[in-house]
């Protein structure tokens, strides 16, 4: 495998446990607790001067590029962004959004969108896309989201129960108890249970 291959994936790993399955997680409980929830995803790759912000080219939106369609900010820095024709008019199509949602708890409610900008629910599970074209989209990786939520935890709670009994099992071994090894930490006997 190449090594641009393994850095697209640990990179959407990343973005999987940081970003996109918590926010799903989060939508979904909002959705069952009764709250309204619009949910979004910016994937719109702005345009950064490589010599400012260098990116690799599998990289699209980041965490901080939400600020900058949001508020505007590109307005202020012209000579730092070089944005397209396309990407100027999302931002302000995102502060429509924002405006709308502020003034009437619905992003489509008050001044003119081009996407409608549909309430998530569990069962569509539909957000907005923010890229150029913005479009409406429904989530589809469940596969990773049961591994996120489920999976994981799983796993860790049983290597943390591992711990534990082995733990419990050296403090026995520390008061001479038959088979102790001298000169060995318990932080290195557990390294080497989890890693077998």
Known sequence: MKALDLLTQATQQNT???FEMPA???ARRNDVGGATTYRYTLS???GYPTSYFPKAPFIRAEHFDTAIP???IFEEHPEIYNLTAEEWELSRSIRRYIANFAKNGDPNDGDPVSVKWPEYTASSRQFINLDT???VETFDR??????VTEVLPAIVKVGKEVDEALALALKGKKRGTKGSKKGRSPRSLIGEHRFI
């Open 24 to 26: 799903e997680e989060s």
């Open 44 to 46: 719109v790759r702005l």
């Open 142 to 147: 469940e596969r990773q989201y049961l591994f």
């Open 16 to 18: 999987d446990f940081l």
């Open 70 to 72: 949001f508020f505007g």
């Open 133 to 135: 074209p913005t479009t």
